[in-house]
């Protein structure tokens, strides 16, 4: 609404209509250039209205964290499942969050592993202590894992293989841990083009990062190979960049 009347006023100014109401033209410039700072700083909180939180969910062995992320400072974020009930608070640290004055709330919650898909609503109350929200989530479990060891895969890549036991040996261990997103694993040695598909068992949703004791996270390579190259499929279907690993 603030807004809405400086921009009346400052059209007003554009179109000619204020000079006759002031006897004193510094009073109307110093009404408008405030009127303009005041505009100014409206537009720059104004981007974010409307903007949804955005959540990320990392599983781990225990469960699922999810992570929030409010498109404003917010003094309390709250959650629930289904769409229907109370909302649980997400609690606050101790530390002041020095854009509210208040204590800063936690922007996590945990889910229990075997949460089915489902929609999550969340909600946070913003500085002045408006309730904005809820925003509704989409919550699928297979997805969510396979992006999480996508973004795990792809931020730590030079783990993808390692040659052991003099060269003996290539391991795949991290790729056989984050299986979870991977349609299909290939390498090639020595400049060869990845084409050799890597064996690993199917994904684990209940236990997604272990590797089955029967399983095999390593092969022998080429002997004399100093190099491999690998590219990844992902279980949405795109595939990830060739990487090379060379032998140390």
Same mark, same amino acid.
């Given at each position: 609404?603030?807004?809405?009347?400086?921009?009346?006023?400052?059209?007003?100014?554009?179109?000619?209509?204020?000079?006759?109401?002031?006897?004193?033209?510094?009073?109307?410039?110093?009404?408008?250039?405030?009127?303009?700072?005041?505009?100014?700083?409206?537009?720059?909180?104004?981007?974010?209205?409307?903007?949804?939180?955005?959540?990320?969910?990392?599983?781990?062995?225990?469960?699922? $964290?999810?992570?929030?992320?409010?498109?404003?400072?917010?003094?309390?974020?709250?959650?629930?499942?289904?769409?229907?009930?109370?909302?649980?608070?997400?609690?606050?640290?101790?530390?002041?969050?020095?854009?509210?004055?208040?204590?800063?709330?936690?922007?996590?919650?945990?889910?229990?592993?075997?949460?089915?898909?489902?929609s999550i609503?969340?909600?946070?109350?913003?500085?002045?202590?408006?309730?904005?929200?809820?925003?509704?989530?989409?919550?699928?479990?297979?997805?969510?894992?396979?992006?999480?060891?996508?973004?795990?895969?792809?931020?730590?890549?030079?783990?993808?293989?390692?040659?052991?036991?003099?060269?003996?040996?290539?391991?795949?261990?991290?790729?056989?841990?984050?299986?979870?997103?991977?349609?299909?694993?290939?390498?090639?040695?020595?400049?060869?083009?990845? $084409?050799?598909?890597?064996?690993m068992p199917?994904?684990?949703?209940?236990?997604?990062?272990?590797?089955?004791?029967?399983a095999r996270?390593?092969?022998?390579?080429?002997?004399?190979?100093? $190099?491999?190259?690998?590219?990844?499929?992902?279980?949405?279907?795109?595939?990830?960049?060739?990487?090379?690993?060379?032998?140390?």
């Open positions: 609404r603030e807004a809405a009347a400086l921009k009346s006023f400052l059209a007003a100014d554009a179109d000619g209509r204020l000079t006759p109401y002031f006897l004193d033209q510094s009073v109307l410039a110093e009404w408008l250039e405030r009127a303009r700072r005041r505009m100014a700083a409206l537009d720059a909180n104004l981007k974010t209205v409307g903007a949804e939180p955005t959540v990320t969910f990392t599983r781990s062995n225990a469960g699922w $964290s999810v992570a929030i992320s409010t498109p404003e400072p917010a003094t309390s974020i709250g959650w629930r499942i289904g769409g229907g009930g109370e909302f649980t608070a997400t609690g606050q640290f101790a530390a002041i969050d020095q854009r509210t004055g208040r204590p800063a709330p936690n922007p996590s919650f945990e889910m229990s592993g075997d949460t089915q898909a489902t609503e969340l909600r946070y109350e913003d500085s002045a202590g408006r309730i904005v929200g809820p925003f509704p989530v989409k919550f699928d479990p297979a997805t969510a894992l396979a992006h999480g060891h996508r973004e795990l895969l792809e931020r730590f890549w030079t783990s993808w293989l390692a040659f052991g036991g003099d060269g003996k040996l290539l391991y795949y261990t991290q790729l056989m841990s984050y299986r979870c997103a991977i349609a299909k694993a290939e390498i090639g040695f020595d400049g060869a083009a990845p $084409s050799q598909e890597l064996l199917p994904c684990d949703s209940k236990n997604p990062f272990s590797i089955p004791a029967n996270p390593y092969l022998t390579p080429p002997q004399g190979a100093t $190099s491999v190259s690998a590219r990844l499929t992902y279980v949405d279907g795109s595939q990830s960049q060739t990487r090379e690993f060379r032998r140390k």
